[in-house]
């Protein structure tokens, strides 16, 4: 098995992108990836590209050769390959990527995620989301993803003692790290009292508690690293691919409030990057509802089991504290285009890494990770990455 | 959901018949053809469970799907049965009444309608075990 780096990032800006369509934002997103990189496009191997619901969204599958064909790839007819997992759909295809150019099996491989959520009304949204949970036990009895993580956030509160504020505590930091972002889909401040009074959605969750509706994507150049060094001087490594699956449905979990794939997981990317919980400075975690993030953290072990929502009120995970979280704004501010957020989590990664990341750019970060999960847990892969 | 998804499971939602591995005795519900804990080597049996459980945890469901909209708000909840496993289904009792822990039975109930003029949709809900309501 071969090191990978990173060599090229490209983001889109995340949010309701009325005026472009899912072509037009993989192009871009993939274009800024491929000029961040140095590299002449006849020289790309593969694609790998995240996407959940292509189907549901914009009544397109065979996302992969569409891809290829818009991104000027179809006339050298490069491999390409959608990758789904729900909403860890662009986690996946990055793992793809690198376990194909870790393998020898490819050199250069584009790896990336899109999503056009806002081309359809917001039921058919929700309905389409709801598809990543279990639709003959779970969502043909109500249950909405909402009210999944509302299910995990209520008995968190009964068995944890966490409260509201808490969980809004999550929000209201990852607004606050979103105004630093010039490409979230939110950067304004928002207030705890501002969750709270907003609309209920599934008890106790609010719709401030509920990352949003989104349109982007996102894409990253892998190489091996042997020869990264070609491309760019500050190649970003991949210390760590781990993958994990767990019960389609939440209520088959042993526990309702831990995400087992996610520590199964972590487990496995400590072990292959030769780290612990601790030697992580900085992460980008799936924050899809706020108790997500409360649970991310104590399930990868950088809290203790039920001390999530005191560690985020008392500030440990913001931007300045001891490990940043969601520098980005999250899935909550920065957006969540569930095709694109595994892969907009490691392009957080590399500018992070690289010194590049503005605003927010944390102090002396030397090994970042990010978690990507699928539905309520079914999924989730994790990564590692260092300078 | 088409007719025939819907159709080749209502004996099923209906009548709270899941599965019993007679190899390691681990009940199942929804049914499982293969036992998770004995795979290739599972004895799966049809199960009718009791319908008597608790609720684990719960949630009010105030912004739902299509089909579910006329319904909300809601209780959505996951149901430990006595017999062992947990499922997903809707309480149906006051709202201030819903907690942890609260013991409830199985009810058939509506679950939805295709459209006004479609067909209906039944199935197990829970209503608390104290209530008369049956």
């Known amino acids: ?387 | 959901m088409t007719v025939a998804r819907f159709w080749r499971r209502l004996k099923n939602m209906y009548n709270l018949i899941g599965t019993h591995c007679e190899k390691c005795g681990g009940f199942y519900y929804p049914p499982r053809n293969l036992c998770p804990k004995c795979r290739r080597s599972s004895r799966s049996v049809p199960f009718k469970f009791k319908g008597t459980g608790e609720v684990v945890t719960y949630t009010i469901v105030h912004s739902s799907t299509k089909d579910f909209e006329k319904q909300t708000p809601y209780i959505l909840a996951i149901i430990k049965l006595d017999e062992g496993p947990s499922l997903t289904s809707q309480v149906i009792c006051d709202h201030s009444d819903i907690h942890i822990g609260m013991k409830v039975r199985s009810a058939f109930r509506k679950l939805g309608e295709e459209s006004e003029k479609g067909m209906l949709y039944y199935g197990t809900k829970f209503v608390p075990m104290e209530s008369r309501n049956k």
């Not at chain 1, 972590?266 to 919980?277: E, F, G, S």
């Open chain 1, 1 to 387: 098995m071969r090191d990978v780096a990173i060599i090229g990032v490209g983001c889109t800006e995340f949010g309701e992108l009325w005026d472009r369509s899912f072509r037009d934002i993989f192009v871009e997103a993939g274009v800024a990836a491929i000029e961040d990189s140095n590299l002449q496009g006849g020289k790309i191997d593969a694609l790998y590209v995240g996407n959940m619901s292509g189907g549901r969204f914009i009544e397109q599958e065979h996302i992969g050769s569409l891809i290829a064909d818009y991104s000027g790839l179809a006339g050298f007819h490069v491999p390409s390959t959608r990758v789904e997992a729900a909403c860890a759909s662009g986690g996946l295809a990055l793992r793809q990527g690198i376990i194909a150019v870790a393998s020898g099996y490819h050199d250069i491989v584009i790896a990336g995620g899109a999503e056009k959520m806002t081309d359809v009304d917001v039921e058919t949204t929700t309905d389409a989301l709801a598809a990543a949970a279990d639709r003959e036990w779970e969502g043909v009895m109500g249950a909405t993803f909402p009210g999944l993580y509302a299910m995990i956030a209520r008995l968190h509160m009964h068995k944890y003692g966490t409260t509201s504020e808490q969980l809004a505590s999550v929000a209201v930091k990852n607004h606050h790290h979103g105004t630093m972002n010039p490409k979230a889909q939110f950067q304004n401040e928002i207030s705890i009292d501002a969750v709270l009074n907003s609309v209920m959605v599934a008890d106790p969750l609010h719709v401030f508690d509920c990352s949003p509706i989104s349109d982007g994507a996102a894409a990253v150049v892998l190489a091996p690293a042997e020869i990264a060094k070609k491309f760019t001087d500050t190649p970003i490594y991949i210390k760590a691919s781990a993958q994990a699956s767990g019960t389609l449905s939440l209520h088959d979990r042993p526990d309702i409030t831990t995400i087992d794939a996610t520590v199964a997981a972590a487990n496995r990317a400590y072990k292959m990057a030769k780290v612990t919980p601790k030697d992580i400075d900085f992460a980008e975690v799936h924050d899809c509802f706020t108790i997500a993030e409360i649970c991310a953290i104590e399930d990868m072990g950088f809290v203790k089991k039920g001390e999530g929502g005191k560690a985020t009120m008392d500030g440990m995970t913001a931007i300045g504290g001891k490990i940043p979280i969601n520098t980005s704004g999250g899935l909550k501010a920065c957006g969540h285009p569930v095709g694109a957020t595994g892969v907009k989590q490691a392009v957080e990664m590399v500018l992070q890494l690289r010194g590049e990341a503005g605003k927010r750019q944390i102090d002396g970060a030397e090994i970042g990770l990010t978690h990507n999960v699928g539905g309520s847990g079914g999924t989730a892969v994790i990564h590692i990455f260092g300078r």
